[in-house]
């Protein structure tokens, strides 16, 4: 009250849909309803506004895994529609963020990699980006997950995903994933969450928990 604040925060509440708060009147308004079973997990505004990027799981019937694609809507949530969808078993979309130029939307994709005796081959851990028209999606960073640019674009923190401890530290690099150099070691918290670069990329925000408790028991999985 009586902070001045104005436009919108837009959030998500998992099987509860799509959110908007007015900052000036502190209003709340559901802009999503999903179907029963649906579940969303990440919203991102393009820089004029005018769309949405989702991470969303469409039901999944009797399947018990969660597999969130990447949907586009307006900038109300109406409309929402795929633009990106998984592939595999176990392949999933999530913290989508815009390119501040809003030509490409940044995600992290993750999978799992089985091999014939169904044993885990492998874990990807990727951030990916696909135009904002639709496309194929390019990897722009290996073992890299929620990225978050500077306001001129130039510079993007993530977070580093160690396949061995399943810990993570915080990086920084350029848009294209060139000159990555590490600001927060894996081994210095538990597990790390949500960054975020100032406008004027100076300062990173980011949640934190720990410190680490030592590597995880054999064949425990990430997720």
Do not use: C
């Not at 502190?26 to 505004?45: C, D, F, Y």
């Not at 990447?70 to 979309?93: C, I, M, V």
């Amino acid at each position: 009250v009586g902070l001045g604040l104005s436009g919108r925060l837009l959030y998500t509440q998992g099987p509860e849909g799509l959110w908007q708060i007015d900052m000036a009147s502190g209003e709340i308004e559901q802009l999503w309803k999903l179907p029963e079973g649906g579940q969303l997990t990440g919203v991102a505004v393009s820089p004029d506004g005018l769309d949405l990027a989702l991470s969303y799981a469409p039901p999944r019937g009797e399947s018990p895994f969660i597999r969130s694609d990447l949907y586009l809507a307006n900038g109300d949530g109406s409309n929402p529609a795929p633009l990106l969808e998984h592939r595999g078993l176990y392949e999933t979309f999530d913290y989508p963020t815009w390119s501040p130029d809003g030509q490409w939307i940044y995600l992290s994709r993750n999978d799992v990699l089985i091999d014939e005796e169904q044993s885990i081959r492998a874990i990807v851990v990727d951030i990916v980006r696909v135009p904002a028209g639709g496309g194929e999606p390019e990897r722009v960073i290996e073992n890299g997950e929620q990225p978050s640019f500077s306001a001129d674009g130039n510079r993007m923190a993530f977070l580093r995903f160690n396949l061995e401890t399943y810990t993570r530290g915080l990086w920084v690099a350029n848009r294209d994933g060139s000159d990555a150099r590490e600001l927060i070691s894996d081994t210095t918290f538990l597990d790390l969450m949500s960054p975020r670069l100032s406008p004027d990329g100076a300062t990173i925000a980011f949640a934190a928990s720990g410190p680490p408790v030592g590597p995880p028991a054999t064949g425990r999985s990430p997720w």
